[in-house]
């Protein structure tokens, strides 16, 4: 089968995984530095991230951005 479609690198991979790995790599201080969002400065948890993640798409996108360049190094 020829697929003309790039290789998604986040295909089959949660969003709550891609946080769990970034937190778990870079901790919440490092991953609020790189991504300045209320969410990861104040009283960050993994539920409170996914909720604002999950319904705001610029910062979705900043954090699978970063999970990429993570697992590209």
Known sequence: ???SRPHDPLHGITLEKILT???AHYGWE???RRIDIRCFNFD???SSSLKFLRKTPW??????QLY???KAD
């Open 21 to 23: 790995e970034l937190v």
């Open 59 to 64: 910062a979705r996108t900043k954090v699978e």
């Open 1 to 3: 089968m020829n697929d």
């Open 68 to 70: 990429v360049r993570l």
């Open 30 to 32: 490092e991953l609020g």
């Open 44 to 46: 960050p948890s993994i």
